[in-house]
């Protein structure tokens, strides 16, 4: 199981490690794209930021995880390009939101030049720049508020500017996404800390949503890869809001080595202490996302134990989690055992789920409602009240081995629909 | 593309072709398992049916998909050793609702108590009896309302009880669907109809909801098992309302033969003409299943063209219509072209995906939205229009081969939400 609490949680997100700087602003995308303004208004006031920047203080070891859709967005390409042309390393990110520039035919063009933009103004090369976009796909993406927008963010980079980043990437997130924690590596006390956003399209396939994680505690590019490929694996390649990937899914680790650490280059215990770190901050914000998935009024965890082997046991928690029917029966507070099971069933793996125990478990308590595989009798009033609690867990005991995985959603609502009935406007 | 209107329409549904009687009952096992009564209540008057009976003159050929589910549904595991001990025959089918028997320990032995009932009116050998149920997972069949049931059900058949049965197996259906033709092979008029329910948990792979098809047309057990295979994978196969898929889909094919034609053998002119009818009926059902979809108020077809093969077509289709954000999009009549792109791009296929045309078609107009994979500009108010419609086609044009496949499926909306809120009370 994950330690979801090992570590001591500190404040200041993407800005909690050494070395990190941050600020958010609103330069209008949405607007500007409505309008056909020609870049000369004056940003609004009180608007949310659609635009963040992060700095650090060095050039950063990186890695970076993406999505696994063929359609890929173009900051996608474009941020990956540049990892591979400088070796897994960067010194600053650029998102925006209201836009994903994808789908747009001079995508990778506009998100080189947003590069372009930063890189200029600090001094340094255009592939040092991580780029992300999140918003609608398809539809142009105008430079010009992005232009204007590069001086105000730069003049209001700081160490504490973690909020006004967190918050420019929100799409419709309804709370903003940090989460840091301390711990120690070779005697040097190290924090890990970052930032996500991530509401709906969130599908667990590599990487889910946009998540920016940053640490001073010093790691070779090469580890750093290895840990964030096999916790992505966990921990957002195991959420899922509504079965929808995402082409513009990008999750960056960055490492400023402040801590004063030796760099770890090789596995070991400091190795196994900085993914034990890496691990608790994805998984809270994994966490975090599913809570505030769209519409949903209810945080759902599939726990899926007793599976032969680890794969196993995420397929099977993802295919609960993912089940239309199971989310609505949480929205309703319907323990209904067979559509557990029925999950189950079509879930693709060959493990024989036929055996398994089903349990609803909340702060109201823990309620049987499937043995071996046989739905039964239980007391009703229980399970509704287990049921009406908004933090629900789904546990699956397989009895077919020792493995065990957590899948993260939410319940499936009226507000789902309605918020993407109508998402464009 | 499949011919939805080839030859004919007639009515009559499963007893359309020549040799087949039906009856629906009801005989409250719903109410028989809230209250826990012992059976000797009167039907209530005025319910809908929840048992059907379909009887055939003769004994028939017949051929059988199911759910590939895991967790398979007790009447499934029955149906299909019956089938396997008398080389693919029967001359009865009997049905019921309310309760799926599944996940409850004692169903197989209920499934085959539910043959035994109707083989010893008949006089018949349990095997000759096709037995699929359709309800609630995880709970008792009570057998006790069910034979009460079978003097009323066999008192009752009739050459023209077809809707009395389609009736029956209806769940959270709000139409009865039923569908036949008529067709020549080898000069002789031949019918071929049934009927299928399925509103909430459809999901395309090995046969969907519950289906009963008879012919009159003589055809092998062999032939009919390779007509059905054939024709289940482009039609109900390409069904998705919810993506969950149920543990008890079946889909049954019986022939009495008595149109008296030659007996269809081996491929061919006749093979191929009864194959075309098969696929009309099937093809019209599986479009009503997607339009009574759990909460629907649309219905929503993706044609893949331009595709590599079959298979690719398939994919691809089936992913689009399954998208909960195409789903809510369509509900909405927002003509988001975003989401169509990057749902084909994360459907499980190699094929590039990426100079997709995407086109919105309806009563209303046609209207590009995405050209060679680029999102355009394009009238809102004519795409709203044609989205407002309540039959809509998404068409998409590959550019990679000559291959098509077509999917069916409904919108996503608050009532989908609210009937699986609570589906079990």
Redesign the interface.
């Known amino acids: 199981m994950i330690d979801m609490d090992k570590f001591p949680v500190t404040d200041g997100g993407i800005c909690a490690a050494k070395g990190f700087r941050a600020s958010g602003y609103y330069c209008g995308i949405k607007a500007f794209m409505q309008t056909g303004a020609d870049g000369n208004e004056s940003p609004v006031p009180g608007k949310k930021n659609d635009i963040a920047l992060v700095v650090a203080d060095v050039v950063c070891n990186t890695a970076g995880v993406y999505t696994?859709?063929?359609?890929?967005g173009a900051p996608v390409v474009v941020t990956r390009d540049n990892l591979a042309v400088n070796g897994g390393r960067a010194k600053a990110v650029i998102v925006n939101s209201g836009n994903?520039n994808?789908?747009?035919?001079d995508g990778e063009e506009k998100a080189r030049a947003m590069c372009g933009m930063v890189a200029e103004k600090l001094g340094i090369t255009p592939d040092m720049v991580i780029v992300a976009s999140t918003g609608?796909?398809?539809?142009v993406l105008p430079l010009e508020p992005i232009q204007k927008a590069i001086d105000p963010l730069y003049d209001a980079l700081s160490y504490t500017g973690n909020v006004e980043a967190a918050t420019a990437i929100m799409t419709t997130d309804t709370v903003k996404k940090e989460y840091a924690v301390k711990f120690t590596v070779g005697g040097k006390e190290c924090t890990l800390g970052g930032m996500a956003k991530g509401s709906?399209?969130i599908?667990p396939?590599m990487a889910t949503t946009l998540n920016f994680i940053s640490t001073d505690c010093a790691v070779s590019s090469e580890m750093l890869q290895k840990a964030l490929s096999q916790v992505v694996k966990i921990t957002y390649n195991c959420l899922s809001v509504?079965?929808?990937?995402?082409?513009n899914d990008t999750c960056m680790l960055m490492s400023s080595g402040l801590a004063g650490n030796a760099e770890i280059t090789s596995e070991g215990a400091d190795f196994d202490a900085f993914k034990a770190a890496l691990t608790q901050v994805m998984a809270n914000l994994t966490r975090m996302l599913a809570k505030d998935g769209e519409g949903a009024t209810k945080l759902v965890t599939c726990v899926c134990t007793g599976a032969p082997d680890l794969d196993t046991a995420i397929i099977i928690a993802k295919s609960v989690i993912?089940?239309?029917?199971v989310k609505?029966?949480m929205?309703?507070a319907?323990a209904?055992?067979?559509?557990i099971?029925?999950?189950?069933?079509?879930a693709d793996t060959d493990c024989?789920?036929?055996e398994a125990d089903v349990y609803y478990i909340s702060k109201a308590g823990r309620i049987l409602?499937?043995e071996k595989?046989?739905?039964l009798k239980f007391d009703e009033d229980l399970a509704k009240s287990i049921l009406e609690e908004d933090e629900i867990e789904i546990f699956v005991d397989l009895h077919r081995g020792s493995a065990d995985a957590t899948a993260w959603g939410c319940d499936?609502?009226?507000d789902?629909?309605?918020?993407?009935?109508?998402?464009?406007?």
Chains 1, 2 share one sequence.
């Open positions: 696994s859709n063929k359609v890929k994903a994808t789908c747009n035919g609608v796909i398809g539809q709906g399209m599908h396939n509504d079965g929808d990937q995402s082409t993912r089940s239309p029917l609505c029966a929205y309703g319907d209904n055992c067979g559509r099971m029925c999950a189950m069933g079509y024989d789920v036929t409602v499937c595989g046989l739905g499936l609502t009226y789902y629909v309605k918020i993407n009935g109508d998402y464009r406007s």
